[in-house]
């Protein structure tokens, strides 16, 4: 993986998970305290419906309490009281259905509404005849068809219980309090009896009508307990419910709000959360690309320089910065400067070490060649060699035995044989020592002995040793040669050798009547040696090889003309050592011409 990539999962992972745990810790804190707030304020609009009860009934309680008390001895004069209590009734706005005094019977002695009857049966008249001010479980009135109560309180006399004063209460009253606290636009209050029957709803209809004991809260309360909790209601709906027994009547208080409305705080964070996280998230992701590129950019750029160095295309790299890659940056440029001096160094002095073992190739192939050349002619030379000491020597056999065989022989023809055998001789003592010279100078072993001769004499020595050849064959020698030509510095042995070389092939190579001039000219540098001849001339493309030990040009020349193709390799080293070269201009069939030139004297 690139380092790119390792530093942006690093930088993500660093900080996705501490903003996770902050975001999943922060939830969890603020879905408690919504939870907690949210309960508390169902718990407070329940106290606040139990203190409203409360208040109302306390006030209806001291109302009949202080009638009870109070006006009861008005009964006397029954027309005040019932002006009275009209009175009170219409103060009290409708809370007062009837006012009536009941004996101890339970006979009604006096209705405001003129009503009789005995309710000696019913537990609020017995409650208050034993000194109790008594409030009633919830009924429908058969009067108005609404729900009411009848609270009863003793009327005393002198210590004793005389009566007892009973109120039908309407809850009309009460109810409108309850309806007007805050519960929630799905909250729902609503108060039961402790069968479970409902004794206040906001739907009225349901009042006295419905029986909702299976209700979870309304079980709860039933059995006196208080509390909050989250249910499935009667109406199978996900609630939470706060629930009060109010002992004093009877009456079980309950608050309820659908769950997902009292919770809707918690979805509401977790909404914010999880956008803040998403912010977040993008920028920690961001970030990680901003400082994962600035680390990583300096990186790259080092890593191309160093690839730039091994390909040779080194460019230096930007020192973006002054902490430790920056300062590796600078380190980095300085060492690919040196480096690449010395790859510059190093690259010459291969270049060059390259050149001298190419030209070392060459001069060992040379070499090699050389090798080959001298092996063939090696081989060519024993060959020869034992070709040309063998003919003379069967010769001279086939010669030696005739003489031995026959006594007779006539002493012309014996000295003739004497000659033949003397010839073969003199041709393999000159053949040997053609060998032997040729290698001494080829292998330096030759000294020659400078001394200043002149050309004129040399050429004299050597047209005698050449005439009587040339003369059989009818050719003509010319020496064009001054006397005055300055001295020359040479060996003049050597150079005898040479001249009757050149002078031996242009006499064998030059047909009969032909003719040959040897000349000699002087300049500034030196005098120039000239053998021409109308001889038989060579190809051009032969030429250069005549100076090759054993060559010659017509193979058969051999036969014919004597002679084993080592004389002109003599000569040429000959002039060499003279620090000069024979050369040979010649056309077939025409003639040949050899020169060289020789330093002269001083
Ligand atoms: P050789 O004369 O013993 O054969 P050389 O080395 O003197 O050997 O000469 C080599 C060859 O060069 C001769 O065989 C001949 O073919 C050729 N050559 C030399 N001189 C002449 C010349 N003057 N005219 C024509 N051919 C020549």
Not at 330 to 355: G, H, M
């Amino acid at each position: 993986m690139r380092l790119r990539s390792e530093l942006f999962i690093l930088f993500l992972i660093i900080s996705v998970v501490p903003l996770s745990a902050v975001v999943y810790i922060s939830y969890d804190y603020g879905k408690e305290a919504i939870r907690e707030s949210v309960m508390y304020n169902l718990l407070g609009a329940t106290d606040n419906t139990g203190n409203a009860i409360d208040n109302w009934m306390d006030a209806r309680k001291d109302d009949i309490r202080v009638i009870a008390q109070s006006r009861v001895t008005l009964a006397s004069q029954k027309e005040h009281f019932k002006e009275f209590l009209d009175t009170f009734e219409r103060e009290h706005k409708g809370a007062y259905m009837e006012f009536y005094l009941l004996d101890l019977d339970g006979n009604i002695t006096f209705s405001n509404l003129d009503r009789t009857g005995n309710e000696s049966e019913e537990i609020y008249f017995i409650e208050a005849s034993k000194g109790k001010t008594y409030v009633s479980d919830v009924y429908q009135s058969n009067i108005t068809g609404a729900p009411e109560i009848i609270i009863t309180s003793p009327v005393n006399k002198n210590g004793d219980i005389e009566a007892v004063l009973a109120a039908r209460v309407s809850l009309e009253n009460l109810y409108r309090i309850i309806e007007k606290i805050d519960i929630g636009k799905s909250g729902e209050v609503f108060i039961v009896n402790q069968n479970g029957d409902i004794i206040f709803h906001e739907n009225r209809s349901r009042i006295l009508l419905d029986n909702i004991k299976n209700n979870f809260a309304v079980k709860e309360v039933t059995y006196e307990k208080n509390g909050i909790n989250e249910y499935v209601n009667y109406e199978g709906k996900n609630v939470l419910g706060s629930y009060y027994w109010m002992s004093l009547y009877r009456w079980g208080l309950i608050a309820e709000q659908n769950i997902d409305e009292a919770y809707a705080g918690i979805l509401m964070l977790g909404r914010v959360l999880v956008g803040i996280s998403i912010l977040a998230l993008m920028g920690v992701i961001f970030l990680a690309v901003v400082v994962s590129d600035n680390i990583t950019r300096p990186v790259k750029s080092l890593e191309e320089g160093a690839l730039g160095m091994v390909r040779g295309n080194f460019r230096p790299i930007p020192v973006a910065s002054r902490n430790e890659i920056g300062r590796l940056a600078e380190i980095f440029n300085s060492t690919a400067v040196e480096l690449l001096e010395i790859r510059k160094k190093l690259e010459s002095k291969i270049e060059l070490a390259n050149k001298d073992l190419e030209k070392k190739n060459k001069e060992l192939i040379d070499a090699n060649k050389e090798l080959r050349k001298l092996d063939e002619l090696k081989s060519d030379f024993l060959s020869l060699v034992s070709h040309e000491l063998k003919t003379p020597l069967s010769s001279m056999k086939i010669s030696t035995e005739y003489l031995e065989s026959d006594a007779n022989i006539d002493p012309a023809g014996r000295k003739e044989i004497h000659q033949i055998i003397l010839r073969n001789i003199d041709r393999q003592t000159r053949l040997i020592n053609d060998i032997l010279d040729l290698s001494k100078i080829e292998a330096g072993k030759t000294e020659l002995k400078f001394e200043i001769i002149g050309i004129k004499e040399l050429a004299d020595a050597s047209y005698e040793n050449i005439k009587q050849l040339a003369k059989k064959k009818n050719i003509s020698i010319t020496l064009d040669i001054q006397d005055n030509l300055s001295p020359i510095m040479a060996d003049r042995e050597k150079l005898i050798i040479v001249l009757n070389n050149l002078f031996e092939n242009a006499v064998k190579f030059t047909p009969d009547k032909g003719s040959i001039i040897l000349s000699a000219r002087e300049d500034a540098n030196g005098i120039t040696v000239i053998m021409k001849d109308t001889g038989i001339g060579m190809e051009k493309e032969k030429i250069e090889k005549i100076f090759d030990k054993f060559y010659q040009v017509d193979g058969s020349s051999r036969r014919k003309t004597g002679g084993c193709g080592l004389g002109l390799s003599i000569s040429s080293e000959i002039i060499k050592a003279h620090e000069s070269v024979i050369h040979v201009e010649s056309e077939f069939g025409k003639g040949s011409t050899f020169s060289f030139k020789l330093k002269k004297n001083g």
